[in-house]
């Protein structure tokens, strides 16, 4: 089957691999009909994140069993599902808490062997380990360009919101616009915000922004704390989403955020940082870091597509052929696209 | 001053009142602009809420503070406020909890000596005790149709929504559609439900639920259990909402829910009842009762009716002057109207 | 092996049986060491519940891994393990959220056709589906009279507390002190509750209860309603847990529990039955009914056990024989024992 | 009256200082009976919290109320009472959301004009604002020793266990053993900790922690990752205390954590600092800081120490005459105590 395979830094190929079998009574393989090209994606693509030379990446997709062990029952082959970007094994410790996301054998497809060595999703087929929890019906009607969010990037925007605690009538800001803060956007206005504001330095990103109902701020050029004080009676933000990973943005989302809020590090953190723990003390603050339980959320996630309650479909930009991988992410590193819809 | 006062059932006079005086150093006098007729009202028209003849009554209110105590510092003379329907002191046991709605010392505006003889607000000037806790700064641009809602009906469907612990992503369930229950409607639609069954008999009130997001059920013509099962892989709502308060529309909301979801019942039961706690153990659901804590959610409510994301002036029917009183609750007697708002 | 099975209402026989055999990957088999006699099981013995006669009954259990599935990684042979009484798949809607108690595949041991058709396991062995969620390793030091408990009894009296809402500093009452009430007894003291009620006729399960840090309380010598209103500044109490299952006793709840608290139903209803619904809503008060998500507290469970914050031993009033189960049963059904272990 | 000022760091005096008068019809006047030399109050002796010359420091206290303002309602003349630390307005924004301790009004006992300009309790007499919020009738039977601790430092530990989300069973690390810590110690057992590990370097400390539940581990001595690691199978505490202020405890707090777990910053932070975001990140910590909201838990918190569920008097090492205060600051400076409880 055909695959796209990392090579080296900035050099990715569609190559020929060998299609996978059932290897665990769990396991299922579902032939690609749509799969995404995603920021993380980027990360192995620059080298940041290491991965083997020839393994096959991506883990946003959209396809239909076509074989199934034994001990799979949620799922049948025919069925048209979409899966989420991780794998979890659901019985052990953290699993049996629901925090799928932190499975003591988790694995990521399309990530190497440091996240599991899963062959990734950006070919014809996948092998899909603890299919049950993993997989998902397509619900009537979705398209695949909707669905394929469920499995990452709106998850994982809807996981900052629901993990900040942000309740009806709150008002939020998101700093940093990139696909998984315009989804955070949404699910924050879904969520039955009063407010959000939407902060970054990119005009189109911020019209789109607008366009999910958030009010854009644009860094640099507006005074973003005059603006945030405006609308709070000075409080500040009840909830903030630093959908960026950076030690600016989160001294930003201190000051910004009123006494006793909360702020959501959904952007990366891999290194020590300066901290104004001074502030987020005088404050009492509540900081939460990392990675979305998006196996927990995809249920509601998938209820709120299909119900229109959220829709990413704007942030579409670009459909290509599997083929025409190494040209998606040339596009996607320029900056020229928020998402790319592969379809083999 | 003109004031609406209860004569006996069925009848209701406007009158001359003497205006009120500050009698607390927390009190603050109200001007009316408008004021709200609600069915709590038409409890006390029939007499089954009895009420000395001659009390003024109304309890939702939108005016400017003509007056206000000296330990009166969140609101001042001038200021355009809207009101809560009851009272809460702010330092007793439940206060200090948060639970204003039952509060030791609590009073509700125009219900007589049951509930702490405190003069009503179809009047041209109302004392509000406690100020601080119960007036809110009218929010700038909003119309007093839309304000009123936020001291009591809307304040009332919020609660019902928030108790339900209902989260993004839920299906839920409102049975009955008055005011409080198409209000609750928004509310749940607002905080990300997926898909509202609104349930009711009444075409035009189900009209109205569908304008406001929800999936009309025509209880009777439809069967009802079959659509939820439908929307549901057979399992129930997350979520009901009794709205009515009647055995027979717990027992549906019963058999409506999911196990282990949660059934709110915001309509009045005032006696004991059959209730299948056979099929409620089996299913492992909560059942909650119980008065909205209005005060708790004023801020949030008044956020989001700011905001637009709550917006209950369709509910609006009828604007007539305080002079017209009878004949209001002529009409709203002979359910020709949803709300009445009267005006000095 | 031998095994305990149904003959007849009032008649347990101990007979030869089959040995258990792997049938799924999941699967594993324990050699019991040690097995409850439960109130659940008297159900059964009454011939209440209905059980098919020659089936195998008993659901608590201690013992050794002898046999595991190709699937089971989180047991292995040899292991000592404590079990629960019920199955989970890990997988269903239900127990994606962590609501095991309610799986759609749920088989509960020993309880026959109706419950999952599972053989028990008052016998020399048994067949546990789904090793990896229903069992645990027994901590080190454990004896298995006091790990029985973790897989129901005080699995059921944690949850009771714990679903309750109960708060350190809260005051409970605990309504009929079966050994399932006497553990919620113990788990609400363990969860910081400054004062617990234990209400019942029988004086020794009182004295237990006292000796468990409640205070006892004689329904019909003591005026119970009193004694919880002068500890209270006649509030009542913040959450009451009903482990009878009678509406005598749920009325007694909804008068002794505050406004705005919380009643748990642990004790089993299967009827309609008369709710002073009146009061419920008057108070304001939260009702939730249900049997244990027993699956999800275990872990907890096993770590208070362990560390002695909760201790059971107490309620063992019996050690008998796996051969002497006829004899167990008329003890239990004499009301001669609140825990009886049988050992193969 | 007799009152002890601060004079200059190091330099306490005690002094003729005229009596309080009400000044608000929420005021209260207190004469005291007891009164605690604190932590903080070391702060302002040595000048790092600068206080004016001449004023009354303290704000831990027991006494008897002798005067009150006609709007006091819940404590009369005559009665015993115990207060908090600071006070509360009740009906600003934070306090409507019982966020007492972000109260925008809020003033400190006995912490000069930074913190509200209010005279402290070292003092035969104390003015108390807003009385009805910030004193508690005393109840029968608690010894001053006891009671004291109610109104900031056992209020404050029990915060630091009830904000970190501490349920039945888990695993808590407590670091920095002064009193704060110590009865952040007891209040994680009362509420249900399986395990606590204790973690300081002072050997009198850790004993005191030993006999109040906690297993103690000697920072430097002991390999305090490993004792850990043993006893939560490598994955670390489900909860952290971080009783000190230091980016060092801190770092530790976040190695031995579990993932998903939190750490609780109740040591002041009052700098930026060096933090491993990327290690929280990787976790999925949560990490809260600020000050205890005391007068939200100040009931939970006299109803556990009634019950003796929290029991620090073991934790007053001192008893001195107000007049003595100087020797008391030398003695607490010198660490030779951990409470010193002053009488007039």
Same mark, same amino acid.
């Given at each position: 089957m055909r695959a796209v395979t990392f090579q080296a830094p900035g050099v990715v190929s569609v190559e020929d691999r060998p299609e996978p079998e059932l290897l665990d009574p769990e396991d299922a393989i579902v032939r690609i009909e749509a799969t995404g090209v995603c920021g993380s994606d980027l990360h192995i693509f620059h080298g940041r994140v290491q991965v083997e030379p020839g393994f096959t990446i991506g883990h946003e997709y959209v396809g239909t069993v076509v074989a199934a062990g034994e001990?799979?029952?949620?799922v049948a082959v025919g069925d048209r599902v979409i899966g989420c970007f991780q794998t979890a094994c659901g019985s052990c410790y953290f699993c049996r808490r629901g925090l799928y996301h932190r499975c003591l054998e988790s694995r990521t497809f399309?990530? +190497?062997?440091?996240?599991?060595s899963l062959q990734g999703t950006q070919a014809e087929m996948a092998l899909v380990p603890h299919a049950d929890l993993v997989l998902r019906l397509l619900p009537e009607g979705m398209s695949s360009d909707v669905a394929l969010?469920?499995?990452?990037v709106m998850g994982t925007g809807f996981h900052a919101v629901d993990s900040s605690g942000l309740r009806p009538g709150d008002v939020a800001a998101v700093l940093g616009l990139g696909p998984v803060g315009l989804c955070a956007v949404q699910a924050a206005r879904a969520a039955g915000a009063a407010h959000v504001f939407a902060i970054d330095t990119v005009p189109e990103r911020l019209s789109v922004a607008e366009s999910f109902g958030a009010e854009p701020?644009?860094?640099?050029?507006?005074d973003v704390r005059a603006a945030v004080r405006a609308a709070t009676e000075d409080r500040g933000v009840d909830v903030s989403i630093d959908?960026? +990973?950076d030690p600016k943005v989160l001294e930003s989302a201190i000051r910004l955020t009123r006494a006793c809020g909360s702020i959501q590090c959904i952007g990366v953190y891999a290194e020590r940082a300066e901290v104004h723990m001074g502030l987020l003390w005088l404050k009492s603050l509540t900081l939460r870091g990392g990675q979305a339980n998006v196996l927990r959320h995809v249920d509601r996630v998938l209820a709120m597509l299909s119900a229109g309650v959220?829709?990413?479909?704007?942030?579409?930009?670009h459909h290509m052929k599997l083929e025409e991988a190494p040209e998606a992410y040339a596009v996607y590193d320029r900056r020229e696209a928020l998402k790319i819809v592969l379809t083999p």
């Open positions: 001990a799979v029952s949620r399309g990530h +190497g062997a440091t996240l599991g969010f469920a499995g990452d701020l644009h860094l640099g050029e507006q959908a960026v +990973g959220l829709d990413p479909s704007a942030l579409v930009t």
